[in-house]
């Protein structure tokens, strides 16, 4: 059974900085693709950043609205996939969330991904 378990969220003034974790069990996120997600009250959740691993290479997929920001990073011993975040500004306010899924095509689309943490929020004050 794969469970996601996101933490780290809180409030913070723009400018700031926070780093959310996703532990991920039954699922191993050297192999596979784990991506963040973001979602505000009446917006589509809007894919942040994604991680994965093929070939014994790395791949990073940011949206462009974090680019430069946010960094994505894994620890395979900890199977756990951490979203550092800089510079926080009000409009990254939202509930972060972060999927798995083993046919990801694309990192951003929410139906390719099977499994969903629960949640963290994040909260940037002006």
């Known amino acids: 059974q794969v469970q996601l378990v996101e933490s780290g969220g809180g409030s913070v003034q723009a400018g700031g900085s926070l780093r959310l974790s996703c532990v991920a069990s039954?699922?191993?996120?050297?192999?596979?693709?784990i991506t963040w997600f973001r979602q505000t009250p009446g917006k589509e959740r809007e894919g942040v950043a994604s991680?994965?691993?093929?070939?014994?290479?790395?791949?990073?997929y940011y949206a462009d609205s974090v680019k430069g920001r946010f960094t994505i990073s894994q620890d395979n011993a900890r199977n756990t996939v951490y979203l550092e975040m800089n510079s926080l500004k009000p409009e990254d306010t939202a509930m972060y969330y972060c999927?798995?899924?083993?046919?990801?095509?694309?990192?951003?689309?929410?139906?390719?991904?099977?499994?969903w943490g629960q949640g963290t929020l994040v909260t940037v004050s002006s």
């Open positions: 999927a798995a899924g083993y046919f990801v095509r694309r990192w951003f689309d929410t139906h390719d991904y099977n499994y």
């Open positions: 039954g699922y191993t996120i050297s192999t596979n693709f």
């Open positions: 991680i994965s691993t093929r070939g014994g290479a790395t791949y990073r």
